[in-house]
């Protein structure tokens, strides 16, 4: 099916195993977007918009695809994208203005590059109870990375964070290159370096634990440069 402009809906539900092209070139505004199943195609000349005055909450589920070749997001609000499904695509992703959320879950495959834009406190999520593998550097701008649940994620690619990283659930594994002032471990949770970790310059990460228990565990061909404190609890550096 084809749209070429769609104009004072709140909400784009796209259901069904095909293929749904937004053509333009007019631009199509909504406050939700909901892909949960086929394929959403924002094609070359499409744009899609939050609504006037507000933000813009996108999820693709399982299985489905988010394709933009076009233009999609750019609301001077606090706009939010979660993903367990694909973001792929050629065209521009920007989350622009506001403290925008990117949240990746279980299954997601980040095929696009998407940029937070010019807020200050965009934040990066990682919420996966299995594993989860993705290239930080098809992500510009989000100044916090957060990784939440049980599972391990795997950051490949290489990027940095300025207002710093939290691990509040599981694993985070960095294969690629993470620059981050701070690094801040909630209990049971484990930082493992097999790439590079450092703040920028480089210099090095403050790192600070919890009461409970926190790992630290560097590969053979890992480095970290970091200081700071584990705090107590059974923790273990490796």
């Not at 949240?103 to 299995?130: F, H, M």
Request: net charge negative; charged share 15%.
């Amino acid at each position: 099916a084809d749209l070429r402009a769609v104009q004072g809906f709140e909400t784009l539900s796209k259901t069904g195993t095909r293929v749904l092209n937004v053509n333009g070139p007019m631009s199509s505004d909504f406050t939700a977007v909901r892909v949960t199943q086929g394929t959403l195609n924002v094609a070359a000349a499409g744009i899609v918009v939050p609504a006037p005055g507000s933000t813009m909450d996108t999820i693709v589920a399982g299985g489905a695809i988010l394709n933009v070749e076009g233009s999609y997001g750019c609301g001077a609000g606090s706009d939010t994208m979660t993903a367990a499904g694909t973001v792929s695509g050629s065209g521009t992703i920007d989350l622009c203005g506001g403290d925008d959320t990117l949240t990746l879950q279980d299954g997601a495959q980040l095929n696009a590059a998407i940029s937070a834009g010019l807020g200050a406190g965009d934040t990066l999520v990682l919420d996966n109870a299995g594993a989860l593998a993705f290239d930080a550097g098809r992500t510009s701008n989000f100044e916090l990375l957060r990784k939440d649940n049980i599972g391990v994620a795997t950051l490949a690619g290489s990027q940095g964070f300025s207002g710093g990283t939290a691990i509040t659930g599981g694993t985070l594994d960095v294969d690629g290159t993470l620059e981050t002032p701070t690094i801040a471990l909630a209990d049971g949770t484990e930082l493992r370096v097999d790439g590079i970790v450092q703040a920028g310059g480089p210099a090095a990460a403050v790192i600070a634990g919890s009461a409970g228990a926190n790992a630290v565990t560097v590969g053979a061909g890992g480095t970290l440069r970091a200081s700071g404190d584990l705090g107590a609890g059974a923790d273990v550096l490796d």
